[in-house]
């Protein structure tokens, strides 16, 4: 009897979480989606189409784990596209140009630490300069799209095929870009939800004058973040050139509002406090299944962006209503949430 009751609870634990859940919504979304574009194209749902919309959302995914640790500081960071740019660019000069057997390996680290240096300077910037993470993110995105562009000169760089391997290539038969997005969703989950910088990060999204008070490392989180940001950044590159097969011009241009679309769809509030790294995921989904289905009921698509767009718009509008609410509610109603 007891073990009954423990199970019974466990359970109506798991289910409340679930229906509480921010990125429930979202889920939702995916599903009605789901069958729309079924119903308007047969191709919709053939394995090889949702696996290549699982493997689409994997640049998305990835990148909006990082910019969900920011998003939650009531930060920001549009330099994310150009970081990816200039750390594969740097990873080139270094790696794929030596003549030494295997170095190519070592644009896989290389652009990662690479990713994680240009967010750490973003971060270092935006706490020495005291200013508005918009403006200091949007000065690096000039300064490193602009530095990536002098190095190549606006030419194409082709990687050799040992480069490619998290975009094209695949592990027991499992697409590397899909098992990249899943390691580092889980992994930044896990961190965000039961570690101490974790906490760290909801407290301050919450207050950051009561985090100050309370005596936690402010200025080191809030510049860690933008480092995880950097870094998500970096390793999203590799899986979009792996894909793409070559670092161009206008790699990552415009990448930045996507994913920051796909963090605010998942259910992150935008003034920091509370969000969800599933939800994150969740956002780049649906926003990779409305291009998808788009493209095959043969929309227009000069459409995708109206579309992409309205539902930005859609979710800050119930982002705000939802603020609103638990600012009617009072300060008990603020509780900080990482689902």
Request: net charge positive; proline share 4%; aromatic share 8%.
């Amino acid at each position: 009897m007891a073990a009954n009751r423990q199970t019974r609870y466990s359970l109506s634990s798991v289910w409340l979480s679930v229906r509480n859940a921010r990125w429930l919504p979202v889920l939702l979304g995916i599903l009605l989606l789901g069958v729309v574009f079924s119903q308007l194209s047969p191709a919709f749902l053939k394995f090889r189409n949702l696996q290549n919309i699982a493997a689409q959302s994997s640049v998305t995914g990835i990148m909006a784990a990082g910019m969900t640790f920011v998003i939650m500081t009531a930060g920001i960071d549009i330099s994310v596209g150009a970081t990816i740019y200039l750390s594969l660019v740097l990873g080139n000069e270094i790696a794929l140009k030596s003549t030494t057997p295997f170095v190519v390996y070592l644009i896989y680290p290389l652009s990662i630490v690479l990713g994680s240096f240009l967010g750490l300077i973003n971060g270092l910037l935006k706490d020495s300069l005291r200013i508005n993470p918009l403006v200091t993110t949007l000065a690096t995105y000039i300064i490193y799209r602009g530095i990536a562009t002098h190095i190549t000169k606006a030419k194409d760089i082709h990687p050799p095929e040992s480069a490619r391997f998290l975009g094209i290539g695949s592990v027991a038969g499992v697409p590397a870009p899909i098992l990249t997005v899943l390691v580092v969703v889980i992994v930044s989950a896990l961190v965000l939800r039961y570690t101490r910088f974790g906490r760290y990060v909801l407290a301050i999204g919450a207050s950051e004058s009561a985090a100050y008070q309370s005596g936690l490392p402010v200025r080191q989180v809030l510049i860690a973040v933008y480092v995880i940001a950097g870094a998500c950044a970096g390793l999203a590159g590799l899986v979009l050139l792996g894909r793409v097969g070559a670092v161009q011009n206008d790699m990552g241009i415009g990448i930045e509002f996507t994913v920051i679309t796909a963090v605010v769809l998942g259910g992150t509030q935008l003034s920091g406090g509370r969000g969800s790294i599933v939800g994150s995921l969740l956002g780049a989904i649906l926003l990779v299944m409305i291009n998808n289905g788009l493209n095959l009921i043969h929309v227009s698509p000069y459409i995708y962006d109206i579309v992409r767009g309205s539902v930005l718009v859609g979710a800050v509008f119930i982002d705000r209503l939802s603020t609103a609410q638990r600012s009617v509610a009072g300060p008990s109603s603020r509780v900080v949430r990482a689902v």
